[in-house]
């Protein structure tokens, strides 16, 4: 089945800096997400990264704090723009209707971890 | 109110032990439902979709109930490896999913 590649796994990076995560598909798929879990918390979902047009945020998400890039149907990046501590988290990458896979559902990437000093 | 909602835990019980998890939903047009896994310092795994028919996958049994807006996880004969985060997930119209906050699971020996 279809593969999810999702990178870095982790990083930590100083505040007032920029971090792009990219997701990487092995399969054409028509929606890709990015989530943000929060320590201790469950998965808030961010944006959906459409492919030629621009990305659709859900409410307290700012595409100029998470510019999001789709270029094709097997790609994707997330930004992090101009961090700080608060944006400490685990970034997620998803996507739906996977190729070959046993259930319908959604897949999600192994994750970024994120620490911001 | 939140809009899935379900017990943090943690749920502590011995191997082999049933444990049952509900999980409520509060947008009646909710279309989809589902069932993840999630270990600690791992992404969400998908467990099982949950059908209104209810559905069995092994040891794990889901039931959608539509009319009270409640969803249910029962996993048989615990095993020790079923320690992890149940998250209750809901699928509304737009592919939008949400997720509950997870119940906690803990089989010990």
Same mark, same amino acid.
Do not use: H
């Given at each position: ?117 | ?37 999630? =270990? ?41 490896? =079923? ?27």
């Amino acid at each position: 089945s279809a593969v999810i590649s999702q990178k870095p796994s982790r990083d930590i990076c100083q505040r007032g800096t920029s971090l792009t995560i990219q997701c990487q598909v092995d399969s054409q798929v028509t929606m890709m997400f990015w989530y943000r879990q929060q320590p201790g918390q469950s998965l808030t979902l961010i944006a959906t990264a459409n492919q030629g047009s621009e990305a659709t945020y859900e409410s307290g998400f700012v595409i100029d704090k998470f510019p999001i890039s789709r270029p094709n149907l097997t790609f994707s990046t997330l930004t992090v723009s101009n961090m700080s501590p608060e944006d400490s988290s685990i970034y997620l990458c998803s996507v739906d209707r996977l190729p070959g896979a046993a259930n319908y559902g959604y897949t999600f990437g192994s994750g970024t971890r994120l620490t911001v000093v | 109110r939140k809009e899935v909602e379900q017990d943090p835990g943690p749920f502590n019980v011995p191997e082999g032990a049933t444990v049952a998890f509900n999980c409520t939903y509060s947008n009646s047009a909710s279309q989809s439902f589902f069932w993840y896994r999630q =270990d600690c310092r791992k992404e969400p795994k998908l467990l099982m979709s949950v059908y209104s028919s209810g559905n069995e996958d092994g040891r794990f049994t889901a039931q959608l109930n539509r009319a009270s807006q409640y969803i249910s996880l029962l996993i048989r004969d615990s095993k020790l490896s =079923d320690s992890a985060t149940y998250l209750c997930v809901v699928n509304d119209a737009g592919n939008m999913l949400t997720f509950g906050g997870g119940t906690r699971l803990m089989v010990k020996p």
